[in-house]
């Protein structure tokens, strides 16, 4: 007899030593034997026994056709037939499946995909999806499905230059997740994915409700930029702990998009050719960053309050790196990068050129203060239709950028911008005769070691290089040059005051300052109630500022012949003022 549990080699000889018969790996009746069928079909006519218990088919419909698969027969399963690695044989009416050996990976092939780029297999692909953790999108093929649903721990894999186009007379995604609010999706990974929208299809993936999500070097292309709103590589809504990396998208709507999602991580990619935004994080996504980023081609729409990259309502927001190119669209409203109601912002590095905006922050309603801050830092922006850098929100560092070819003023600070500094920027090069290199309305700003003026086009005498009309401002230690009409260096605007450092450095051919716009200096009529801020300018020393709040009405001036050290004030006797001297 022969052991079970022991293969053998048999070799016959005749008398004269010849071999006549030699096999190997021969088992006894008990042991495994396994039978192979062309086709899922033909195993469906074959049941298993307890020696025939596992089964080989060489293809889905034929041999050959990739849908290949390995089987074992479990006598007792009652499982559903999923079409792929369950199947109950046709004459089976009770127990008894065949099982794939490895029931949690499987190939869209394995479940009847046809791959051919005319049939849909939206049907094979659901059946693989929900039957298996990691489906596999293999082989040269395009595949036409849409609105796949995928499962907690699911991975989708694609290689060997695999895509997803849509299906006839479909719409929407390739893959959608789909939580609730209190039950949300987890672990989502697709890895290679591509999709080729032929101006139909929405996207890769669609996620609501999800956490732990990563789309791994995924692409879309030719998504229908102007007819179908929601094409984009992939749209995530309240979802957390998100990362795409290395992604790219063409021809779209967007590049990606995140709605009230948390914790965010778009690292790398590139975006091109999109008639809205690049990367967009809308509506109180928060903790999101965009690192290394490039955007090519954005908002060709043309309209207002778009964003290569863009941070719409949320905090905690990071550009790092990031390389932002030629918008097609040139509204004051759209930046290169665009921050919109949104706090604690952080830019560094990177390129911007060809953009309307270079950096732009738009803040509206009422915020406490402790939220308005941000930095904007190494950036380098190179040709813009309005302002290099625009802020309206406060508390902001704008820091070692270099800004060149603004068609409008360098970097521009508005009236609620208070409380913020622009240091060691290098602004040059402005193209419009009024623009300006450094312009600030907002009130306790420090404009301190800039470069600016070089060759700037500026307007002559009337328009300075650094501009201030807010209040309590400090100008110091920047640097004046000029090759063109730019020589005016500061003014402080009617109604601004600002201290003017010593150590400011003049070129050749530079004014050094014109205060209050060419006004009388020191002379104003007080608004009664109210702090009104003139500047003592004196005879040749750096003026002091000063702050006057009239109790009634009068008429109040500092004397023209004041000195470093006294300062008179003329005022009815009858009139109380408050003076602060700094």
Same mark, same amino acid.
């Given at each position: ?416 911008? !208070?409380? /913020? @500094?622009? =240091?060691?920027? $290098? ?9 300006? #290199?450094? *312009?600030? %309305? ?36 920047? !640097?004046? /040059? @000029?090759? =063109?009409?730019? $020589? ?9 005051? #600002?201290? *003017?450092? %010593? ?80």
């Amino acid at each position: 007899f022969l052991d079970d549990a022991v293969s053998y080699r048999i070799i016959l000889k005749n008398s004269a030593g010849v071999t006549q018969f030699d096999k190997d790996r021969i088992a006894s009746l008990g042991s495994t034997q396994v039978q192979s069928f062309n086709s899922i079909a033909a195993l469906r006519l074959r049941s298993g026994t307890t020696i025939a218990n596992a089964a080989k088919t060489l293809g889905y419909y034929a041999a050959g056709d990739g849908g290949g698969n390995s089987f074992y027969w479990d006598g007792t399963s009652t499982a559903t037939d999923n079409a792929g690695t369950v199947i109950k044989p046709t004459s089976v009416s009770g127990a008894g499946r065949w099982l794939a050996d490895y029931p949690n990976v499987c190939n869209l092939k394995q479940f009847g995909a046809k791959y051919d780029g005319s049939s849909n297999d939206t049907t094979y692909a659901i059946a693989a999806a929900a039957a298996c953790k990691r489906v596999y999108v293999t082989g040269n093929h395009t595949y036409l499905f849409d609105n796949v649903p995928i499962f907690d721990d699911s991975e989708i894999v694609f290689n060997g230059g695999a895509k997803v186009g849509l299906r006839s007379g479909g719409s929407g995604f390739a893959f959608v997740s789909t939580g609730t609010i209190g039950t949300h999706k987890n672990r989502i990974r697709i890895k290679n994915g591509r999709i080729d929208g032929s101006n139909t299809l929405l996207g890769l993936l669609s996620a609501t409700y999800t956490d732990d999500i990563k789309l791994i070097r995924c692409r879309a292309d030719n998504l229908g930029a102007t007819t179908i709103l929601q094409g984009q590589l992939a749209g995530f809504s309240n979802c957390s702990d998100v990362l795409v990396d290395n992604g790219y998208c063409k021809t779209a709507l967007y590049g990606v998009s995140f709605t009230s999602c948390t914790d965010v991580l778009v690292q790398g990619g590139v975006y091109k050719s999109l008639a809205r935004d690049g990367v967009l994080f809308y509506n109180n996504t928060t903790s999101c960053k965009a690192i290394g980023v490039h955007v090519d081609g954005y908002n060709s729409l043309a309209e207002n309050g778009r964003a290569g990259i863009h941070f719409y309502g949320g905090y905690d927001g990071v550009a790092n790196g990031c390389t932002v190119l030629n918008s097609t669209g040139t509204t004051s409203d759209t930046g290169g990068i665009r921050f919109r109601d949104f706090y604690n912002f952080s830019v560094s590095g990177g390129i911007i050129k060809n953009a309307s905006v270079g950096v732009l922050t738009n803040h509206i309603g009422d915020f406490t203060a402790t939220k308005e801050y941000g930095s904007i830092c190494g950036l380098t922006i190179d040709t813009t239709v309005y302002e290099g850098i625009y802020i309206t929100a406060g508390r902001v560092v704008i820091n070692g950028n270099t800004i060149r070819n603004t068609t409008k003023d360098g970097i521009l600070l508005g009236t609620s911008a !208070s409380n /913020s @500094t622009i =240091s060691n920027n $290098t602004i040059h090069d402005t193209v419009n005769t009024t623009a300006r #290199a450094i *312009i600030c %309305a907002a009130n306790y700003c420090t404009i301190q070691g800039n470069v600016c003026g070089i060759d700037n086009a500026l307007g002559g005498s009337n328009v300075p290089q650094i501009g201030y009309s807010g209040l309590f401002g400090t100008i110091d230690g920047n !640097s004046f /040059s @000029t090759t =063109s009409a730019a $020589t005016l260096a500061i003014r402080i605007y009617s109604g601004g005051s #600002a201290k *003017i450092g %010593a150590n400011n450095i003049y070129g050749a051919g530079i004014t050094t300052e014109l205060v209050n716009n060419g006004t009388e200096i020191g002379l104003l009529t007080p608004t009664v109630g109210v702090t009104n801020t003139v500047i003592a300018h004196g005879l040749g020393y750096i003026p002091n500022n000063i702050s006057i709040t009239p109790f009634a009405d009068a008429r109040v001036w500092i004397s023209a012949g004041a000195d470093t050290t006294n300062i008179n004030l003329t005022a009815s006797a009858s009139v109380l003022c408050q003076v602060r001297v700094w």
